[in-house]
C-alpha cells in the first residue's frame, strides 16, 4: 500500500514567490489535513479536508494560503506571495477514520513533508 | 487554550540507558493520546496510542507509555535505548474534534 506522498521534498524560493505544495493521500482516505511545523516550534494544525470539501480550516494563518482538494483525490497549498515566517516543514496527513483500526491503516498516515525555507 | 506540553527539548542519552520523554496535556473532558516518532529524512509513525482501558500502552520497537489522569500526563518510556533510536518524538492530543495537536517535540541522540 503506497503512502502519503507530498511534493516537493524541499523548496527553497524569494519572499514574494508562489510556492505550490501537493499532496497524495493514501488510496481511499476521505480525510486529508494539512500541519505545519516552523523551526522550533510545535506542528501545527492548518486545514482539514472531508473529501473536496474542507471541513476545518481554522488553523490556516492568513489568506496568502489557499489549500484545494480537486476531486477528493490529491491536495494543493499555495503560498502567495510567500513571506520569510512562512518557513518551515509542511505536512501532509491522511485517514478514513482517525479512530477506527482497520484494513486501511489505524488513524493519521503522514507524508515526510515539504522543508520550505522563503530567502 | 487546548495544549501538549513536552517538557525536554533535547535528550541526550548513551545506548542502554533508560529513556523517560514527558508530555503533559491541558484537556479536562476525554482525549485520545498519542506518541509520534520521526526518524531523520522519514515521515512521522505512530509509536503508541491510548484511547481507553488499561493505562498502560506498549507500542512498537519496545516503548511504552503511562496515562495518569491526575496528573494530565502520558510521559514516554523505554527500558534501554539503542543508537536506532535517535529520532525527534512528539507526543499528540487528539481531544475528540478530527485535529491533532502537537508538543513541541523532544530530539533524541543516543551515543553509540
Known amino acids: 500500500e503506497a503512502g502519503v506522498t507530498q511534493f516537493p521534498s524541499h523548496s527553497v524560493i524569494e519572499k514574494g514567490q508562489t510556492v505550490t505544495l501537493r499532496c497524495d493521500p493514501i488510496s481511499g482516505h476521505d480525510n486529508l489535513y494539512w500541519y505545519r511545523r516552523v523551526m522550533g516550534k510545535e506542528i501545527k494544525f492548518l486545514l482539514h479536508f472531508v473529501k473536496e470539501s474542507k471541513q476545518d480550516e481554522s488553523g490556516m494563518p492568513n489568506n496568502r494560503f489557499l489549500a484545494e482538494r480537486t476531486g477528493g483525490t490529491y491536495s494543493t497549498l499555495k503560498v502567495q506571495p510567500a513571506e520569510l515566517e512562512d518557513s518551515g516543514v509542511y505536512f501532509c496527513?491522511?485517514?478514513?477514520?482517525?479512530?477506527?483500526?482497520?484494513?486501511?491503516?489505524?488513524?493519521?498516515?503522514f507524508g515526510s513533508g515539504t522543508r520550505l525555507t522563503v530567502v | 487554550a487546548q495544549s501538549v506540553s513536552q517538557h525536554n527539548h533535547h535528550v541526550i542519552l548513551s545506548e542502554a540507558a533508560s529513556l523517560e520523554l514527558g508530555c503533559n496535556y491541558s484537556y479536562g473532558g476525554t482525549v485520545n493520546l498519542f506518541w509520534y516518532v520521526q526518524y531523520p529524512g522519514q515521515h512521522l509513525q505512530l509509536l503508541l496510542k491510548?484511547?481507553?482501558?488499561?493505562?498502560l500502552v506498549k507500542g512498537i520497537k519496545g516503548f511504552e507509555a503511562e496515562f495518569i489522569k491526575s496528573k494530565f500526563s502520558f510521559n514516554l518510556r523505554k527500558p534501554s535505548v539503542q543508537w536506532s533510536d535517535t529520532a525527534e518524538y512528539f507526543c499528540?492530543?487528539?481531544?475528540?474534534?478530527?485535529?491533532?495537536?502537537f508538543g513541541t517535540g523532544t530530539r533524541l541522540l543516543v551515543s553509540p
Open positions: 496527513a491522511s485517514s478514513q477514520d482517525p479512530f477506527t483500526e482497520g484494513a486501511l491503516g489505524y488513524g493519521y498516515t
Open positions: 499528540a492530543a487528539h481531544p475528540g474534534f478530527q485535529k491533532l495537536v
Open positions: 491510548y484511547f481507553s482501558g488499561d493505562p
